[in-house]
């Protein structure tokens, strides 16, 4: 019986980045929109401070600036929300082209065995542990949103 190979994260990973290299920039996008999506959600309570400020002070000629404040942060939550959903849009798709990828790579490294190694499994096993790699991808992109 051949020795067994450790497997750890690292080429794991590796081996899931193989499956992302050809729409690389759909992965960075979608941490772009993500990451700009939490940094203008920053803007909402720094608002919410100034309303709050004005509306305790008791100053009726400022309501103008209070609608203001409000419409503003209405518009940020807008914002955010759209850039939110680009973000998920563009992992769904990104999903959706490298799940495949994935399987032919997985599906490939199970081709280079030798028959012994056939010999010795099931059909189904294999092409379990072939799913277990997208499977793995999927919940990995479903925790990074």
């Not at 720094?46 to 103008?64: C, E, H, Q, V």
């Not at 955010?80 to 495949?100: K, W």
């Not at 081709?111 to 099931?122: D, I, K, T, W």
């Amino acid at each position: 019986m051949p020795p067994t190979q450790s497997v750890d994260v690292r080429k794991v990973l590796r081996i899931m980045w193989r499956g992302i290299a050809p729409w690389s920039w759909m992965f960075f996008a979608a941490s772009f929109f993500q990451i700009a999506a939490v940094v203008t959600f920053a803007f909402v309570p720094i608002n919410l401070k100034k309303f709050f400020d004005i509306l305790s002070a008791g100053d009726t000629t400022r309501a103008p600036e209070l609608i203001w404040i409000i419409a503003f942060i209405f518009g940020i939550q807008v914002f955010r929300r759209f850039l939110d959903r680009i973000g998920v849009y563009l992992i769904s798709v990104l999903d959706s082209r490298a799940i495949p990828l994935l399987m032919q790579i997985a599906y490939d490294h199970t081709l280079g065995h030798s028959v012994h190694f056939f010999e010795n499994a099931f059909a189904g096993a294999l092409v379990q542990k072939v799913r277990r790699l997208a499977s793995a991808f999927r919940t990995l992109m479903e925790s990074y949103y």
